[in-house]
T-cell receptor, first 115, second 113 residues
Framework: KAGVTQTPRYLIKTRGQQVTLSCSPI?????VSWYQQTPGQGLQFLFE???????NKGNFPGRFSGRQFSNSRSEMNVSTLELGDSALYLC??????????????FGPGTRLTVT | DQQVKQNSPSLSVQEGRISILNCDYT??????FLWYKKYPAEGPTFLIS?????DKNEDGRFTVFLNKSAKHLSLHIVPSQPGDSAVYFC????????????FGTGTSLTVIP
């Protein structure tokens, strides 16, 4: 079974620009979560999508948004990029049900550098 | 506010010995826990999970122990192998809210041959 894929793997953007990252979950998984990893903060939860609906949201500004498509693929968007947005963005997919937590499987991440 | 804490940033263990990685949490509502291993430039790899209805779960060389009263969990790796050298993260969630996991800051394990 193919794992979680993320595109692109590396990205360099300028302050003020916007960026869209993509995540394809494991086949059959309906839940997709996004995390930001920085050296000082570890993995910070951004949001979770389940069946095309945002089910959970972390403590990030509104510049960070996402969506999920009917095939469970997900995108996250960051608008008006700031230098502090430079990080590894990780997507995790999970079997997911209406309720309950399940083990998550991570993609390789997208390394975003904002200059 | 860090709800999940891994207070040891690093740990070194001899090959063949036991590695014990610790994790503490503050939110008593957490009832589902995961451990991950991460190599540089890769996403975290799922290792083992435990639900709060159990106090122990084993999978091969990996065993996770949960002490709910102390809000503490630990991952035991026996025997430790050089390939186990990586950063280990614990994560916790409130299961009836879905898959919002809170991660610790990680412990870097080095297994010395």
């Amino acid at each position: 079974k193919a794992g979680v894929t993320q595109t692109p793997r590396y990205l360099i953007k300028t302050r003020g620009q916007q960026v869209t990252l993509s995540c394809s979950p494991i086949s059959g998984h309906r839940s997709v979560s996004w995390y930001q990893q920085t050296p000082g903060q570890g993995l910070q939860f951004l949001f979770e999508y389940f069946s095309e609906t945002q089910r959970n949201k972390g403590n990030f500004p509104g510049r960070f948004s996402g969506r999920q498509f009917s095939n469970s693929r997900s995108e996250m968007n960051v608008s008006t990029l700031e230098l502090g947005d430079s990080a590894l963005y990780l997507c995790a997919s999970s079997f997911g049900q209406t309720q309950g937590s399940y083990e998550q499987y991570f993609g390789p991440g997208t390394r975003l550098t904002v200059t | 506010d860090q709800q999940v804490k891994q207070n040891s940033p690093s740990l070194s263990v001899q090959e063949g010995r036991i590695s014990i990685l610790n994790c503490d949490y503050t939110n008593s509502m957490f009832d589902y826990f995961l451990w991950y291993k991460k190599y540089p430039a890769e996403g975290p790899t799922f290792l083992i999970s435990i639900s709060s209805i159990k106090d122990k779960n084993e999978d091969g060389r990996f065993t996770v122990f949960l002490n709910k009263s102390a809000k503490h969990l630990s991952l035991h790796i026996v025997p430790s192998q050089p390939g186990d050298s990586a950063v280990y993260f614990c994560a916790a969630s409130v299961s009836n809210t879905g898959n919002q996991f809170y991660f610790g800051t990680g412990t870097s394990l080095t297994v010395i041959p």
